[in-house]
């Protein structure tokens, strides 16, 4: 099993930036795509980004050039930094794991989920 921690969320102006973490733990070497996903009161869970261990990467087109993902293999986490935010950026953000290679932007692709990190952005 694959354990997923996400921290960094909390409310921010719009026009800020946060960076959220996903510390993962468990049976690490399993792992080959961590992503980002959000889902707002309402809505269905979406895809944010994902970032696979030969470092590609797949952006939702409303987070490009605004967000980036990213990871440190010695700490065994993964960021996203997001700058230039939205109050339509505001969800509780999840960090899923996966054995494959493929940066997906499904869902359900994702065996592994944390419990996500509330992002708040006021106007």
């Known amino acids: 099993q694959v354990q997923l921690v996400e921290s960094g969320g909390g409310l921010v102006q719009a026009g800020g930036s946060r960076r959220l973490s996903c510390v993962f733990s468990g049976r690490t070497f399993s792992i080959n795509t961590v992503g980002w996903f959000r889902q707002a009161p309402g809505n269905e869970r979406e895809f944010v980004a994902a970032l696979n261990w030969l470092n590609n990467t797949n952006y939702a087109d409303s987070v490009k050039g605004r967000f980036i993902i990213s990871r440190e293999n010695h700490k065994n986490t993964v960021y996203l930094q997001m700058t230039n935010l939205k109050p339509e950026d505001t969800a509780i953000y999840y960090c899923?794991?996966?054995?494959?290679?493929?940066?997906?932007?499904?869902?359900?692709?994702?065996?592994?989920w944390g419990q996500g990190t509330q992002v708040t952005v006021s106007s």
């Open positions: 899923p794991a996966d054995r494959t290679l493929y940066p997906h932007e499904i869902a359900s692709a994702y065996e592994y």
